[in-house]
């Protein structure tokens, strides 16, 4: 199957188009390659220069004790921390070979590429189908209402949400339980046609039910798209992610293959981490 990016400064007519064929990605393709990333909030250094490449079509997770930087990293990867105005990013960030710091990159336009789902889940206060169709409609992705409802289907059958909710569209998703709530979220998320997901901490909100059901959901995601995940539950970050990140104190001390971060780990912190001697 040929994949395709699509560029960064392409005016918002690009958003849940297709990609540029000129242009292709595979497993192995890094979709961000971060280099000496630094963030500060005010004065105070969070981050003290990140090297990453993160893979497409896989999950990676960030793992590391609170307060290490994972959030603060990921919030680089769709420019989420512009909306902190105590916050500066200093290096680069490419995503598809594009520096997505660049001015000229509309923080719109790359946030439908790189979507995010948070911790908890933050449905609109409307129903299912506004919820999923709020960002087709601002983006103009519809221009009838039978190709809204097929955005609409489509992005509710890839969340695994389709069959709980098919006979209530017109329900408000705020009535939902939280593990579908959360999966609502994620749909909303795919309806604008992004190529990467970040996820913080998206099953801490939820039951040991539902947060297999967004684990299962996240596996298959991955054959569509990149996903980045940020979780305290290294049992979590051990079933559903191929690589995973392991930050301490603003460092990213190591990232490799998840097996070999879990079974072999190169440096002492991350054995200490896992092994469960601090976090
Ligand atoms: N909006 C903010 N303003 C000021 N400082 C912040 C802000 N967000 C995070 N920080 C600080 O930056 C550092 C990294 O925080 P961050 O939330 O990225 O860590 P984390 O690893 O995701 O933590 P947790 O696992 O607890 O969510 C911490 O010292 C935190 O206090």
């Known amino acids: ?21 000129s ?11 971060a ?3 630094k963030v500060y909030y005010g004065d105070k250094p969070a981050l003290h220069g990140i090297d990453i490449d993160i893979l497409d079509k896989s999950v990676t997770a960030f793992i590391g004790p609170s307060g290490c930087g994972k959030s603060t990293f990921l919030r680089c990867l769709n420019r989420m921390n512009d909306t902190i105005p105590s916050a500066r990013v200093d290096g680069t960030i490419l995503l598809d070979g594009e520096d997505l710091n660049d001015r000229k990159v509309d923080p719109v336009v790359l946030r439908a590429r790189v979507g995010m789902v948070f911790q908890k889940p933050n449905p609109f206060p409307k ?8 960002g087709p409609k601002i983006h103009g992705l519809a221009t009838s209402k039978e190709e809204m409802d097929h955005i609409v289907e489509s992005s509710l059958k890839k969340a695994s949400l389709w069959n709980e909710v098919s006979d209530r569209l017109h329900q408000q998703g705020t009535g939902l339980s939280g593990g579908q709530q959360q999966r609502l979220v994620i749909a909303r998320a795919i309806a604008v046609g992004p190529e990467v997901i ?11 039910i539902a ?9 298959e995601l991955r054959q569509q798209f990149c996903i980045v995940i940020v979780t305290h539950s290294m049992a979590q970050a051990a079933r559903v992610s191929q690589k995973t990140a392991f930050f301490h104190l603003g460092n990213l001390v190591e990232v490799g293959n998840t097996e070999d971060i879990f079974t072999n780990p190169k440096d002492q912190r991350t054995q200490d981490y896992i092994t469960g001697r601090f976090g």
Request: charged residues 25%; hydrophobic residues 35%.
């Open 35 to 37: 280099r000496d990333v």
């Open 23 to 33: 242009m292709t990605t595979t497993a192995t393709t890094p979709k961000f390659v």
């Open 198 to 208: 970040l996820m913080d901490e998206p099953c801490s909100a939820l039951d040991p």
């Open 211 to 219: 947060t297999a059901k967004i684990e299962e959901l996240i596996d």
């Open 127 to 134: 129903t299912i189908y506004e919820n999923v169709a709020y």
């Open 1 to 21: 199957m040929k994949l395709y990016t699509r560029p960064l400064y392409a005016p918002d007519t690009s958003i849940g188009k297709p990609r540029d064929p």
